[in-house]
């Protein structure tokens, strides 16, 4: 019974007020108008859902996908999970495709793009791809188009500069860099559109695991700049998917 | 003479290959095409411009917006200063709109929104207001509707929650919050638009002029959110701006 | 009308469920039962009310004080205000008792206490007597008797020793020590009640204004003791009056 | 002898001065009414002991529980340990009971409840469950009521709201949190009773092991917040059952 | 009525054992043998005592020194002082000398030295002066002879050489450097005597207000060097002090 | 078709001005006369390139080297490599030198040295000598002279003045450091040429993974000393070298 | 008595071998042969010497700077000086000359530059320009002839492109960059001289005076980049100085 | 030919001034009186010899220690190794005696002691034994008497107080502390004799690898307390021996 359906008990007669106060309490608020509130752990973007792999084993994040696709999800997501996620879910029968860079496996239908509009993808050396990567896929299996221009660091700024309209003309950039963060800052000078930027904790010496480009990147002297965690490249196709649907309603 | 005018004189004979070859080179690439690569510095958003007042004394930043109107800006914005240079701008019968927390100087006419979207800004206590008033106002000036929710610190939650039908029909979410950085996981467990973080400096002890709360919100359980440098209001106001009008063209 | 009133009027018919609906969302949680959700911002210990003062004039404290006690408010107090504040709370009619060491100002009368027990607060050196006066008096306007042993530092321990009967026979034990925030884990070792270690930021050099404290006092290798922030002299008093009136219903 | 049998013996004449002063210096100053300077090694609450496991080998952590046992002691709780205790106490014919998830194992028996107050165990995430656990297992063997509300992260705070009642009950709450740490804040704001916060080291990149939650629990904006070390489920449940049996006596 | 007082007065009857009992418990344990504790506090050095000048006023320091040499003092030394203290303790008619580099004012008579040995005081820069003056100084007015070399500092490294033979016959080497903090290392490699290492706030940038120096000297290359907190000349002064009358008694 | 070539085209009327502008912008602007764009990654001193073997198997590796060589690579060296990739490149019929002690592999003929100058290493202890020999075999592979000491710690400094003639001939002089990192400092005081100080890992306790050596370095009081990333031989080598060879056009 | 007249007073019977061994440990390593271990204070660049003003009186420097020119230096720098340190240089009759954005005075003349090199001084933001200018200064002092490209910040990255071939051109490049100190890298990467990395104070927030920048400048991808201390602009001139001049002799 | 004998063969005539300044240039400063700077690397404490054998194989070490005594040292100490070095040094036919707790394996004859005097060595918890064992087995093969007093920590008081006489009648005292780091703090409170500290690497959460313990120790507010670096049990030792061997000659 939600929240509405509580107030015309109430109003009929066939609940009395004692037990509506206690109910109205008891319950979760969703029904009382908030349900967004719980937009975040079941990510309904096209119509995909996220399994964080980390924290599972292959068995419970299996399961959780099963009953989900049982229930009507066409795609779900695991995220930082290793090939056996993907054999155990073939082995149930399930339409299963591992993306070893990215560390994801993507089960069920990646939901079809129905945008022109496109995000990009950057990352400053070739150690940062797999960041860049998980940035990507996230985005394609929440039904982005996405563009990728990988191992374009500052100490070769051509090679950022020749793909300077591919990155203009995306809807968000995406900007994993490690060691001295500084890529983010070069793009966010290019585009016009929000920069997400992920440090990585690619580096040795002083990059401490990805604290010195963090920090650098905070202090972007381009506005459109903003930061997720280190190696988070999760959040940051999560975030650019967002804006790229922006335009959509 | 720019780079199309400059193969059209190759063409026509008028300039040597030689002359034209050093030409390419010694100018801006603006010219070639990279017109956007000056955007940064000089924010077309609706008809608007930026001086960072802080640098300056108020006698350069009224003389740069003089010139930058006499050229054609409908509106100019100075942050980071104080009321001189309102004061001065208005003896230079320059039409100046001076809001006091924000601490920016708006010269010539915001533009008017043409949007029904809006941007909302939150942030967590008294002593956050500054920063949060920087960011409204600079997303105000770059054509965006505000929503502004102040004094929603997450020790009294109802409060935010009372706000939350407000806060999740924004196209995007600024939370400007020192002391723990609490806020912006809170809010963006409860929207599906991207949350811009601003950590303050507000607090004391072991806040660490606002670091506490920078690395709080980087580690933020909500994929939403995304954070700016300490105090940034007005990136966070420029990013959110980028993400409003994006649906617009 | 709170959610009772409003379930009242839905059962009787004057109030439509849609309007009832839309009420129960747009108000105070507090109404909905969570009265207590609104109890950081007014402390209801005995009658007592805090004005943070650090972040306003003595204008605005004295007019919110007077405010309080003209709605019946019997005590209220100012922390980390000056002397300001209590002249002119006395030049308002109000009575008013400054705590020069303690910089707290309590306007009205501060409530009989009815309890046996009391609270210990103990301070390493004579520098930090102003952390621990703001946390004594602090509990005291909160109904505690507060009995205080300072200059108590661990290189001169047979003082603290001295003194052990009184510290052992408290409900609860606050410590403010600055430089190496060694008192703490002394007295932990010596009492069986919970032990609020305040670190102050006392010192000069390698103590990083309190951190070398803080980060020992999160080390104590007595299992008594949890740590508030930096000079939180206030929070550490109310922590400790919470546990003294524990015993109270 | 104690320090009045050797005043006794003084006074009888069969005692030198000498000797007695001696004596006086070189015995535990317990003797002179310091008993319970010994408290914090051996945690007489209701009768339980507690072994600290991670430093001792199964062997060593059994043979100190056998002897506190035949020593009179009802329950031992050996802490940071692995099932192989829990084995090797059964097979010396001690009833043990290994909780997994608390890694702690419970020889003897585990004393009986006498109190109906309970204090309330909070954490964010099911990563976290582990020093909950163990915070919650500490606070039941020495004698308290327990009632627990996990994954209750910030970022669906109505999971959080919708137990408000049971955390507004308790006589101390306790909260395990990592990443941002920021769930104390919130429930600091729903209760009047202390909250002891327990940084964990959950969390990738800028938690830095549980400092970002450290830092960010110490600058708490609810006053009834104060912090013990990351991942101290011990010590949180040790203080917690200080502050339930406050009432008691 | 020390210790010894009390049980002669209870083995002649004229004190009952409770009131004994009582007289123990309360007193300072100086009374049972402790003496030494006291001596930080007192530090009979010769016979100098000390105040430290900085979180007094010159009229309390003078008052204090006053009444320690009215009661036998011979010698009072007042550190972290400005001219004012001896401005003020000549117009009260007392000895007084006051060291500018040192901010140390001398009130009454320095001890004669009756010992040949002597500690030896290096300073990387003219900057540490005021630190290494303030470690000479202490050292003198406790009763050693000292030798100084100051402008010592590694980049020139043949003048700290030229003053070997110096360095080498010291009972006890104090080095003050602030920067990169090198000097101690070098000259603990030149010296088969404990070096005393203060780290000075000398410096700009990644000094860190002292930081770098003091990490440096923690992880010196020779094994003679222990470290002081950052300017804490004194300290170091103290520590030289008792090593250099080590051989005395 | 380079920049020249297309103008060339467009003189001739053999490609129109709409094309030319279009391949102006889309190729790499290397054409444009930025050749030197591409130097950081393919590093033409002397005849050699590098290849950062971290990153890489062993087969990538050589695969790439032997590439190189086909196409005119005199000498490829692949740092941070282990045995694994000379027997490699051995059994692929390639002329390759393992240097163990800096981990690097020559492939190819090392440049002969044409100069008489020559770079002087140094280094404070055996455990350092991984770094400094990455360092001194890269300035051997890219053309240098280099002139070794090592083992000349701080804490025997006259190791150091014994060699000091040496150090003082050369053009620039590598410095590679752990622990307290002073080493920089003292050789930056004997010279007039440019020092780069290596910071190295080695050390325990306070020296922070070679964070408190960076940090004393870039303290140094020695003018002529910079500084690369901690353990990073082979940046110091490769900045050597380009100092050495300054002389030489 | 140097070194070597003290050898020929020996063999000529004038100073008996006690005497000269005595001399030869007592004075200055210089007359040795270690002529340039003075170098660092006195620097012989040119005929130019250095005062670091920052901490002395206007009078001690110019007293200083009188003396070294009436003993024969052509020209000396003061650096960290105010104008006042000019004007009375200019009254006491001694040419100088005030460089107000450098904060240095040159006292003397600059001695002409017979090089036809140049250093190249970049800096990032207008906020940087006293920390390149006194880079700059210290090179033209030190007898280099020096280009400047100031505001080349990475986000408007065609303005560095645009002065590519100057920059290219040089002997050493000094890069001054505060906030996300991401200058350097792009530089390295485009050019291949010894490029000096001089990270400033400007910024705010999580700048933390330089310390980003600073950390980011060491994890540059770039080979060619080192870095000196924040806002050591003296130090930067002064190494690229030294660079410049190698292929002199 | 040493500096004497060169200024004598210049005196005779047997040698020219030319050679005789070549010589003194060349040859180590040992030569010229400097025959201490050497006695850092052989430590000629008593007649031992120190090895540090974490950086040297098992055979390494017994080679060097064999090398030692066969040319004439009576004892030799290998820090820092395993059960190995004994084994292998007994099957040498080397008398060998293995300290696990200390990780120090004594080859030779440790020297007799010859003094009364002793020094102290005190730790907090059972885990600090290691470090402390380091520290008194140093000073014992350095030819002190050692006492230890063990499992002293500040939360169980009455342990250390119950043997203060003996630790007030060393010649130095070292105190081994993890964790809080509080216990120096309190033994410097007792004695009147240099304290040195050793902080350990014991610990977890915010004790981040002895660093807080290391800084606590630092802001110790007795004055008698200087420290070592993180688990440098050995540094103690050296440095208390050289204290208790201060009045020997």
């Known amino acids: 019974m939600n929240g509405r359906a509580i107030l015309e008990a109430v109003k009929d007669g066939s609940l009395s007020v004692d037990d509506a106060e206690r109910m109205l309490r008891a319950q979760p608020f969703v029904d009382l108008g908030f349900a967004k509130v719980d937009t975040q752990r079941r990510l309904r973007q096209g119509a995909s859902e996220v399994i964080y792999g980390a924290s599972k084993t292959p068995e419970q994040s299996v399961k959780i996908a099963e009953t989900l696709i049982e229930n009507g999800s066409e795609c779900v997501m695991v995220t930082r999970c290793n090939e056996e996620v993907h054999d155990l879910a073939t082995s149930h029968g399930l339409r299963s495709d591992y993306r070893k860079d990215a560390r994801i496996c993507i089960i069920g239908d990646i939901p079809e793009r129905t945008r022109d509009s496109y995000v990009c993808v950057l990352c400053a050396g070739t150690s940062d791809i797999p960041v860049a990567e998980e ?75 990805g604290l010195t480009a963090l920090l650098a990147m905070m202090n972007s002297c381009a506005s459109t700049v903003s930061v997720v965690n280190i190696d988070n490249g999760f959040g940051a196709g999560y975030i650019a998917s967002l804006i790229d649907k922006r335009g959509e309603v």
Do not use: Q, W
Not at 147 to 165: F, N
Not at 181 to 196: E, F, K, N
């Open 135 to 209: 940035a990507a896929v996230t985005a394609e299996v929440l039904g982005c188009n996405v563009k990728r221009t990988y191992d374009a660091g500052v100490a070769g700024i051509h090679r950022l500069l020749s793909d300077a309209d591919t990155i203009m003309g995306a809807t968000a950039v995406i900007v994993a860099a490690g060691m001295e963060g500084a890529l983010p800052s070069v793009v966010g000078g290019l585009v016009s559109v929000p920069v997400i930027a992920v440090p990585t904790s690619v580096g040795y010496g002083a990059s401490f695991g």
